[in-house]
């Protein structure tokens, strides 16, 4: 069984910076892309940054150069280091992977993790 456990979320000032960390674990043959999302409240989720197994990222607008993701592939982990945060950041943040294990299944989320952007 696959599992996705986040960390590193928490409450900060404008400005201000937080890591977020994902790591997955389990039966797991190859990870194509891992990724961050995020919901906040009274919103759809939306896509935050993602990387794939080569290095190629994408990111949401709003998050160009401010937000970088990185992937650590012999560890199946994935961080998103955020700086010059907003309170439009507020939200949940859930990691995402795609990938192939030993059931059909291929796209598994963590639990969430709180980032809170407030004076």
């Known amino acids: 069984q696959v599992q996705l456990v986040e960390s590193g979320g928490g409450l900060v000032q404008p400005g201000g910076s937080l890591r977020l960390s994902c790591a997955a674990s389990g039966t797991i043959f190859k990870i194509y892309s891992m990724g961050w999302y995020r919901r906040a409240p009274g919103k759809q989720r939306e896509l935050v940054a993602t990387?794939?197994?080569?290095?190629?990222?994408n990111y949401r607008d709003s998050v160009l150069g401010r937000f970088t993701i990185s992937r650590d592939i012999a560890k199946n982990t994935v961080d998103l280091q955020m700086n010059s945060l907003k309170p439009e950041d507020t939200a949940v943040y859930y990691c995402?992977?795609?990938?192939?294990?030993?059931?059909?299944?291929?796209?598994?989320w963590g639990q969430g993790t709180q980032v809170t952007v407030a004076s």
């Open positions: 995402n992977a795609d990938l192939v294990t030993n059931t059909p299944d291929y796209e598994y």
């Open positions: 990387i794939t197994s080569g290095g190629t990222t």
